[in-house]
């Protein structure tokens, strides 16, 4: 894992520490145990890491899913989402992994297979252009191949051609010879079969001609007839068939027409259920009900809308609108909008404001006790407010009345009674408007030193009281002299406005710490 | 207290990181199902009496929707929005209306669903997406500079550490959460928070190992990094999915949350009964809740009602 300990140096915070060990303190903060977590740091792994061992049992579990043979033929990237839902850490997936054989165990991996393959097939591609790409500047040599590879192309062609040849050829050879030797005999039989049946003819019509025409005629008479009987019966009955079905095509009509009728009606009858339906639903909008998901959204199922318990009622317009869309028409009022930039590499604005100290930040910089840098922030803040353009709230302040957005109801304070107040900042809540919230205790910017004599008027009683508990003279005269001395450089510091040194301590206009230099001295 | 009427359905309102009175709006025609897309840019006005409404200070027209948008943390006047078209736009006030916008990043194979930016180092966003990816970006390149593919289902929502410059945690509907580290090629870790889909996480300003995660399941929970088998506590009481949570940036166990069932609900997560407030003005599915993070107390909600209301803790958002 990320090697926690040595955040690389590009890191441009203003925090002085590791922003992994910054844990230790807002843990602190927080009431949380810091021992726990120094154990934790000292383990140099970051919190937001697994740091549980692996679990064999779930280990096992895993194993026997990926090695049935179900699962062995879904895609790797389901078998591992399942297993990632069912709570299993990443080393314990990729430990079931690797002791089922044969399966390609990570993502991670199958993604640099993957993208060999890609490369692959690029490289093969570009090899591909790449030969393509010189043939014309190879002219001759290349076209005396090209034209060999066509030639043995064309070789290939002639000689399938000739095969084809060859067997029409033999077969036609084998049709003749079939004909010649078993058709040929069969037609000479039979022309001589007819041959002699005419003779025979001949001599029998001489001696039955005369009665044999006569009751030929009267037979062929009566056959017209009972033909024509026949033919006028099955044209009746054809006759008789069409309108039967003529009938029955109507009556098969008009049952239609009953069913169009009946379908029309439901529909209408369903239109008003709905109608009335889509009523009730507004008017019970919270039925709680645990049915499981339809997805049924039209963008593609991937909106959380569509994965809802299917009872969510979405708005009429919404449904709508879906089925408007699943219709294929398109809703109206959509305009045609070019929403690209007109210049892509457009620069941005500048200046750009300071950022300002978010309220979570304030109480680790507290913690961290750098009071000069959040006061330099503070700062900041208050000329960013003057400079802004829009309401500079601080400056609210002094008029008495606030911005609306920032004003709270008496009803606050009952609410928050009940939860543990965290600040004790909530009766005040509206009226004071500094940047830095209530909770943290910020040391107020002390104005310069206007008149160095009263301020050193202000503070020599102070010393005289703490002079009289000792009994020591030089003591006494101790102070004073640094006090002297001391006051001499404050003015200077006030003159300068500069830094300086004073005892080899930070200097700073800040009267608290001034006295700390007083109360150091006197006890020196 | 105001509110503001949009011509689309809502999706996502976003305080400005340095602006008190400022809030972007982002907006979709027909819900998002197909259509344009808007991103306001609001001021409150400052009367005391607010029978002023509030003003756009102007807008922005796309031609998909904007499914969310979010300030940067170092140039006042950067807004980023994530839209549907897979591409995600970033708007500079500064310059007039036909300059914008300054960069279209189009990498996204799907709807971009929600945008975030670091606040911590302050230069870089995270967009998550329905393609299943998470890409991280700044602002000087025109390309990702990393992406993050590891979930199986659309990402819904990616959150910065608010103190852990590195570390991201995401919310997917292939109902796990994942916290990442940019330094790390992997997720670092994997937590299988709900049963249904994830819609929305967050972490806590001031435990940085403290997570809420909310689910179409109806329910919030928050869970602990360093133990997140269990989760700490489960919030019930949304109707509905809920949509988004949000961890209040001046109180440290409060929690905003919105949901399809209309209601904004207010949450301590410390205490017995964990509800502690619930605001109903929202007549469609609230989709859009944020806490401002310089005014303490002050929320802003929007819906697919087309409302944008602005409030004070305690205060009925609809009253005058």
């Known amino acids: ?109 199958a993604q640099p297979t993957m993208k060999n393959q890609d490369g692959q097939l690029n490289s093969s591609a570009n090899m591909h252009t790449q030969t393509q790409s010189p043939q014309p500047a190879a002219a001759a040599p290349t076209a005396v191949v090209s034209t060999v590879a066509t030639l043995s192309k064309y070789q290939f062609h002639w000689s399938h051609a000739f095969l084809a040849v060859g067997l029409l050829a033999a077969s036609g050879a084998g049709s003749a010879l079939f004909v010649k030797h078993a058709v040929v005999p069969r ?61 029955y095509f109507e009556a098969f009509r008009s049952l239609l027409d009953v069913q169009v009728e009946e379908m029309r009606s439901m529909c209408n009858a369903i239109r008003k259920l709905e109608a009335t339906r889509d009523i009730a639903l507004s008017s019970n909008k919270q039925t709680d009900e645990h049915t499981q ?11 959380p809308a569509s994965m809802e318990p299917s009872v969510t009622p979405h708005p009429k317009s919404y449904m709508e609108m879906t089925a408007r869309v699943h219709r294929g028409e398109k809703p109206p009022g959509i305009r045609e909008i070019n929403d690209l930039p007109p210049n892509p590499n457009q620069l941005l604005s500048n200046p750009p404001l300071a950022p300002r100290v978010k309220p979570w930040e304030v109480v680790s910089q507290a913690q961290n006790n750098s009071s000069y840098g959040l006061q330099s922030h503070t700062n900041d803040e208050g000329s960013n407010s003057k400079e802004q353009d829009s309401w500079p709230t601080s400056q609210l302040n002094g008029y008495g009345s606030e911005p609306w957005w920032q004003q709270k109801n008496m009803r606050i304070t009952e609410i928050e009674s009940e939860n543990e107040p965290q600040t004790t900042s909530n009766g005040a809540f509206g009226v004071t408007n500094q940047q830095v919230p209530q909770r943290v ?35 006494s005269a101790g102070p004073s002299d640094d006090i002297d001395d001391e006051l001499q450089r404050v003015t200077k510091v006030s003159e300068s406005g500069g830094q300086l040194e004073i005892n080899n301590e930070s200097p700073s206009l800040e009267s608290n710490e001034i006295r700390e230099q007083e109360i150091s001295n006197e006890r020196n | ?143 990702s500079v990393r992406t993050f593919k590891e979930h199986a ?54 435990d940085d190992c403290i997570i809420a995660t909310a689910s179409v399941d109806k329910s919030i929970k928050v869970w602990d990094v360093r133990n997140f088998r269990i989760p700490i506590t489960v919030l019930n009481g949304h109707n509905y999915a809920v949509r988004r949570v949000k961890f209040s940036p001046h109180r440290e166990s409060l929690i905003v949350s919105c949901s399809y069932d209309m209601t904004v609900c207010l949450w301590d997560y410390r205490v017995e009964d ?39 803790h305690g205060n009925d958002p609809r009253a005058p």
């Not at chain 1, 998901?293 to 909106?303: C, D, G």
């Not at chain 2, 910065?160 to 991201?168: E, K, S, T, Y």
């Not at chain 2, 670092?188 to 300003?205: G, R, V, Y």
């Not at chain 2, 109903?280 to 802003?300: N, W, Y």
Request: proline share 8%.
């Open chain 1, 1 to 109: 894992m990320g090697s926690e300990s040595t955040i690389p140096s590009t890191v441009s915070d203003a925090k002085p520490q590791n922003p992994e060990s910054e844990l230790v303190k807002p843990m602190e903060g927080n009431g949380q145990d810091p021992n726990g977590e120094t154990l934790k740091e000292t383990s140099s792994k970051s919190v937001f890491v697994n740091s549980e061992p692996i679990r064999e049992e779930q280990v096992q579990n895993a194993v026997k899913f990926l090695s049935h043979p179900k699962v062995s033929g879904s895609p790797v990237i389901y078998r591992r989402s399942f297993l990632e839902k069912k709570g299993l850490t990443k080393e314990e997936i990729d430990e079931a992994f690797r002791r089922v054989p044969d399966t390609p165990p990570t993502v991670t991996s």
């Open chain 1, 187 to 247: 037609l000479k039989s039979w022309i001589r079969k007819v041959v002699s049946e005419e003779e025979e003819e001949e001599g029998d019509k001489k001696s039955n001609s005369k009665p044999s025409l006569n009751e030929e005629a009267a037979a062929a008479a009566k056959a017209a007839a009972a033909a024509a009987a026949d033919v006028a019966k099955v044209s009746q009955e054809m006759l008789n068939s069409k309108s039967e079905e003529k009938k």
């Open chain 1, 441 to 475: 205790w910020v040391p107020p910017r002390a104005p310069p030193v206007a008149m160095p004599e009263a301020a050193a008027a202000i503070r020599q009683p102070k010393p005289l009281i703490p002079r009289g508990q000792t009994s020591n003279d030089q003591i």
């Open chain 2, 274 to 312: 964990a509800l502690v407030g619930r605001y109903d003005h929202h007549t469609e599915f609230a989709v859009g809740v944020d806490m401002s993070v310089l005014v303490e107390g002050l929320f802003a909600s929007t819906g697919w009602d087309e409302l944008v209301y602005v409030w004070q």
């Open chain 2, 1 to 143: 207290m105001p509110i503001f009427k949009t011509p689309f359905n809502g999706y996502a309102v976003k305080f400005s990181p340095f602006y008190e009175n400022r809030l972007a709006v982002a907006t979709a025609q027909n819900f998002g199902i197909l259509g344009n897309g808007r991103v306001h840019v609001l001021d409150l006005t400052p009367t005391p009496t607010p029978t002023a409404p509030i003003s756009e200070v102007c807008a922005f027209d796309t031609a998909d929707a904007v499914y969310d948008c979010t300030w940067s943390e170092d140039n006042d006047n950067l807004l980023v929005t994530a839209i549907g078209d897979g591409s995600v736009k970033l708007w500079d006030l500064a310059l007039p209306p036909t300059s914008n916008p300054i960069r279209s990043l189009h990498e996204h194979s799907r709807e971009v669903h929600s945008v975030d930016w670091n606040p911590v180092r302050k230069d870089s966003f995270l967009t998550s997406s329905w393609d299943d990816t998470i890409k991280l970006w700044t602002v000087d390149r025109p390309a």
């Open chain 1, 293 to 303: 998901t339809l997805s049924w959204n039209v963008r593609p199922p991937s909106a």
């Open chain 2, 153 to 206: 289902y659309c990402v819904y929502s990616s959150v910065w550490n608010p103190r852990h410059g590195d570390v991201f945690a995401s919310a997917s509907g292939d109902c796990t959460v994942r916290i990442w580290d940019v330094r790390d090629p992997a997720s670092t870790m994997i937590i299988p928070a709900h049963d249904f889909e994830i819609l929305s996480c967050d972490w806590n300003k001031y």
